[in-house]
């Protein structure tokens, strides 16, 4: 009865060795499949503001554009050439809200993804979240002063006398 007991716990712990194994290789695939993941949002964001620019007409003599409007755009628009976050899409008048409300802390990548209601345990969602900041860094609504934490950048009648020629007049 000894010997059968013994084998029994021999062929249990062979199959534990055998299932944690194969769990580091799911929990291995995992991580490539959501790096992969994360690689194509930002990817197709990119290539879906590409296409938006490449397909936007210069702006006419008179300042005005008469771009027609385009279904559900995501394209980011460069702040100089908005009036104010109303031009953004709801997702990124969320997250200038959230930084609005950061203050100077400025909003990290992980609490973005939670205002725009993504998991944030998730690595893949995380990076997302962070290339929209990014994207809002690039287009001027937003400012990275500390690495990974996104603020509003200070007013134009701050900054205006502080050293730019000609920008108290």
């Known amino acids: 009865m000894r010997?059968?007991?013994?084998?029994?716990?021999?062929?249990a712990a062979v199959r534990v060795e055998d299932l944690e194994a194969?769990?580091?290789?799911?929990r291995a695939a995992l991580a490539e499949a959501e790096e992969v993941l994360r690689r194509r949002v930002i990817g197709l964001e990119q290539y879906l503001e590409a296409l938006a620019e490449e397909d936007a007409p210069a702006?006419?003599?008179?300042?005005v554009s008469h771009r027609k409007p385009v279904g559900p755009r995501r394209a980011v628009p460069h702040r100089q050439d908005a009036a104010g976050t109303?031009?953004?899409?709801?997702?990124?008048q969320a997250l200038m809200?959230?930084?609005?409300?950061?203050?100077a802390d400025g909003l990290g990548a992980r609490r973005a993804a939670v205002v725009l209601g993504w998991d944030s345990a998730s690595?893949?969602?995380?990076?997302?979240?962070r290339a929209r900041l990014k994207r809002l860094v690039e287009r001027g609504w937003l400012v990275e002063e500390k690495p990974g934490r996104f603020t509003l950048p200070v007013p134009e009648q701050d900054a205006a006398g502080a050293g730019?020629?000609?920008g108290g007049s």
């Open 97 to 103: 809200a959230a930084a609005r409300e950061a203050g």
């Open 3 to 11: 010997a059968v007991l013994e084998a029994r716990q021999k062929a």
């Open 59 to 63: 702006v006419a003599a008179d300042g």
């Open 164 to 166: 730019r020629p000609g």
């Open 22 to 26: 194969e769990l580091e290789r799911v």
């Open 123 to 129: 690595a893949s969602r995380v990076e997302g979240a």
């Open 86 to 92: 109303e031009v953004l899409s709801v997702d990124y």
